[in-house]
């Protein structure tokens, strides 16, 4: 799903040119996020931009797309840019929106970027590194750089795919969020909620588990956060399948995360009713 929603959001050269040998997670990502935005570019490695190139160049070139020139951008909060940034500003905006496209600079992008630029440790930096040919190596760099780009693209479908599903959800969750209490909300199938739910006023959410049975959580204060409006009961929390009906009086109820996030019951009404009860003790 990902390249077609995608293509024809933005308006990309079918040509593309970075540079050759030694590649990292900047022009790697650069290279999957231009792959999706247009599946039919065609991307050139070298070591010099032909006078005549027309296409997009980045990572090389000192243009608009590149970042090893003395008066480089750099981001408000001191975070230079590099190619992927600076082709991420460019055309996130008009794909995921704004909002989306700020969050993801600042969760994702920019450690790529700064790690990019000051070498700084980076786990996916590291991880996009080791597709290089070693040392002894008869391997093509062009053919390692694709294998790496295919990995990046992945990662950012998965990405993308996953902030789609949560736009498609957001009128299921909307409208379970209307017709329940405004403390524990009921939602009919497994979607993703937090974007939502985080700072409504409701503190727990019940939902069909995709292990079976009904699975209650606790909503984060804010977005990101361990910190919990409504946490289950500390009594109930890691203890064994065989014990929580008779520690809990929920006859079903099955599992409760040792940190107490979440908990699980073998029918919705033991799910609601344990959120229940993780209400009343947050009272007491």
Request: include cysteine.
């Given at each position: 799903m990902g390249e077609k929603w995608f293509a024809g959001k933005v308006s990309v050269p079918d040509e593309g040119f970075?540079?050759?040998?030694?590649?990292?997670?900047?022009?790697?990502?650069?290279?999957?996020?231009?792959?999706?935005?247009?599946?039919d570019i065609k991307i050139t490695r070298g070591f010099e931009v032909p006078p005549s190139f027309s296409g997009v160049v980045y990572d090389i070139g000192r243009g608009r797309f590149d970042h090893h020139q003395e008066d480089r951008e750099i981001r408000s909060?001191?975070?230079?840019?590099?190619a992927f940034g600076l082709l991420w500003r460019e055309y996130a905006p008009d794909c995921v929106g704004e909002e989306e496209a700020k969050r993801f600079d600042e969760s994702f992008v920019q450690?790529?970027?700064e790690s990019d630029n000051t070498g700084?440790?980076?786990?996916?930096?590291?991880?996009?590194?080791?597709?290089?040919?070693?040392w002894d190596s008869e391997e093509s760099y062009d053919e390692c750089f694709q294998r790496a780009v295919d990995f990046g693209k992945q990662i950012l479908q998965n990405h993308f795919e996953s902030i789609a599903g949560i736009k498609r959800a957001e009128s299921l969750v909307r409208q379970a969020m209307q017709e329940c209490d405004g403390k524990?909300?009921?939602?009919?199938?497994?979607?993703?909620?937090?974007?939502i739910v985080v700072g409504s006023g409701y503190q727990l959410v019940v939902y069909p588990s995709n292990r079976g049975g009904y699975s209650v959580q606790g909503v984060p204060v804010q977005p990101g956060s361990n910190e919990l409006v409504c946490a289950l009961p500390e009594e109930w929390r890691g203890k064994d399948a065989s014990e929580?009906?008779?520690?809990?009086?929920?006859?079903?109820?099955?599992f409760c995360h040792a940190s107490g996030f979440m908990a699980a019951a073998e029918t919705k009404e033991d799910a609601i009713l344990a959120g229940k009860k993780a209400l009343k003790a947050s009272l007491q």
């Amino acid at each position: 799903m990902g390249e077609k929603w995608f293509a024809g959001k933005v308006s990309v050269p079918d040509e593309g040119f970075t540079h050759g040998g030694k590649f990292h997670a900047d022009d790697v990502f650069a290279t999957a996020f231009l792959r999706l935005l247009n599946p039919d570019i065609k991307i050139t490695r070298g070591f010099e931009v032909p006078p005549s190139f027309s296409g997009v160049v980045y990572d090389i070139g000192r243009g608009r797309f590149d970042h090893h020139q003395e008066d480089r951008e750099i981001r408000s909060n001191g975070c230079p840019y590099a190619a992927f940034g600076l082709l991420w500003r460019e055309y996130a905006p008009d794909c995921v929106g704004e909002e989306e496209a700020k969050r993801f600079d600042e969760s994702f992008v920019q450690s790529l970027d700064e790690s990019d630029n000051t070498g700084c440790p980076n786990v996916l930096a590291d991880v996009i590194d080791e597709f290089n040919p070693v040392w002894d190596s008869e391997e093509s760099y062009d053919e390692c750089f694709q294998r790496a780009v295919d990995f990046g693209k992945q990662i950012l479908q998965n990405h993308f795919e996953s902030i789609a599903g949560i736009k498609r959800a957001e009128s299921l969750v909307r409208q379970a969020m209307q017709e329940c209490d405004g403390k524990i909300l009921v939602l009919p199938a497994y979607v993703p909620w937090k974007n939502i739910v985080v700072g409504s006023g409701y503190q727990l959410v019940v939902y069909p588990s995709n292990r079976g049975g009904y699975s209650v959580q606790g909503v984060p204060v804010q977005p990101g956060s361990n910190e919990l409006v409504c946490a289950l009961p500390e009594e109930w929390r890691g203890k064994d399948a065989s014990e929580l009906p008779e520690i809990s009086g929920i006859a079903t109820l099955r599992f409760c995360h040792a940190s107490g996030f979440m908990a699980a019951a073998e029918t919705k009404e033991d799910a609601i009713l344990a959120g229940k009860k993780a209400l009343k003790a947050s009272l007491q």
